[in-house]
């Protein structure tokens, strides 16, 4: 029987872990973590992912910060903001929310971030750091993966891992992290050639490529560990009627009620009888990502004040 990857579980987990952590701290006098999420514009998912990391870290005991900026703000003002939070010691992390208005440059921005401060991972000295297994932060959506895998379980050593994806912010952190816990490791691309050839070889096969349904049985081999990173809003009746092939599925409802549902990068209905273990989509790998933001947290915080 195949065994599903309790995502919303086991971030409720480590929230719970991480407030047991800072209420240890405050209690023996250190400072409380603190969290700041810059968000520009008003693109209503942007805005309902920082609400949600705003509200984890007040449940934890953290500090959470939100800064809300207008979306015609222009460079100079991005960037005293970015500048502010750098010298600010309340703050332990900052996180700039991605994608920004096209007039400004996510480069230029993510790598103003301090270092110590960049809870996302995206700077470029945490991911040389990343690379070369010294301390630093690693993302938090594949540093989720990671922590569910270990969690349920999952071998990780020796197994043959493969990565269906190449962006800078899940796919090449994600092989990153797998080959540090022994992994063997292949990335896929659009380039690959026969491609679901080569994710049967997978024991552990990560989508995250952004495309709904992509990975079919076709890519799966039987008793293998599906890690579904996709979040995809689908308002195409037709898709769901092909990705949820059985109409008393209650996804249908949910499309019904709502004209539209999220799904994965995996066929969920297709792969999920051939597979050992699954993560869902919702339900699966986004819970994670607001968790291990919180960890990274919790780490710099205990870095800056000489605790760790």
């Not at 005991?61 to 939100?66: A, C, I």
């Not at 990780?156 to 090449?172: D, E, H, M, Y």
């Not at 081999?221 to 949820?244: F, H, M, P, Q, W």
Request: net charge neutral; aromatic share 4%.
């Amino acid at each position: 029987m195949t065994m599903i990857l309790d995502g919303t579980a086991t971030a409720a987990k480590i929230r719970g872990e991480v407030a047991e952590e800072v209420t240890r701290m405050t209690a023996a006098g250190a400072r409380r973590p603190g969290l700041a999420a810059v968000l520009v514009g008003d693109d209503p998912a942007s805005a309902v992912y920082v609400g949600s990391k705003t509200r984890a870290c007040e449940e934890a005991g953290l500090l959470g910060r939100s800064v809300i900026l207008p979306g015609d703000t222009d460079y100079a003002t991005l960037a005293r903001v970015v500048d502010e939070l750098n010298a600010d010691d309340e703050i332990d992390g900052i996180l700039v929310q991605l994608p920004l208005p096209k007039h400004l440059p996510e480069k230029d921005f993510v790598h103003r971030i301090r270092p110590d401060k960049d809870v996302d991972g995206f700077h470029p000295e945490n991911v040389g750091r990343l690379w070369l297994d010294e301390p630093g932060f690693a993302p938090a959506t594949p540093s989720g993966v990671i922590e569910i895998l270990k969690r349920y379980q999952i071998a990780l050593a020796g197994a043959r891992a493969v990565v269906v994806g190449r962006s800078a912010i899940v796919g090449k952190p994600m092989a990153a992290l797998l080959v540090r816990e022994n992994a063997t490791v292949t990335i896929c691309h659009s380039r690959t050639r026969d491609l679901p050839a080569v994710c049967r070889e997978a024991d552990i096969l990560v989508a995250a490529i952004g495309r709904p349904g992509f990975v079919t049985a076709e890519h799966v081999k039987s008793g293998a560990t599906v890690i579904d990173v996709g979040i995809n809003r689908v308002t195409d009746a037709e898709l769901v009627t092909k990705l949820y092939p059985d109409p008393a599925s209650p996804r249908h409802k949910t499309f019904a009620d709502k004209g539209s549902i999220l799904v994965g990068d995996v066929d969920y209905s297709a792969v999920a009888p051939i597979a050992g273990a699954i993560t869902p989509v919702p339900g699966g790998v986004g819970p994670l990502t607001v968790a291990m933001l919180l960890v990274n947290t919790l780490a710099a915080a205990k870095r800056r004040q000489g605790l760790a």
